[in-house]
């Protein structure tokens, strides 16, 4: 599915989107979660990560600056 969500700073965009992608991955489905910057994006991979910590949920952060290969 493909969704936008728009809203406020600080409104709950990344929980929300976080909620919808771990319902796909109990459903055995990858997710992947889109930022128009590479600072967006590893602040996004900080907050998840943190969220997720102690579950069996595997977080990467891909960026176009990355070098080496995930997985």
Known sequence: MNR???GD???GKTLVALMTML???DNE???ALMAPTEI???QHFNSISK???GMDVKVALL???TKR???
């Open 51 to 53: 969220f997720l910590n």
């Open 9 to 11: 700073v600080g409104s």
């Open 63 to 65: 960026t176009g600056s």
């Open 4 to 6: 936008l969500f728009q």
């Open 40 to 42: 967006l994006a590893q």
């Open 69 to 71: 290969r995930i997985g």
């Open 23 to 25: 319902i796909a991955i």
């Open 29 to 31: 489905f990858q997710c």
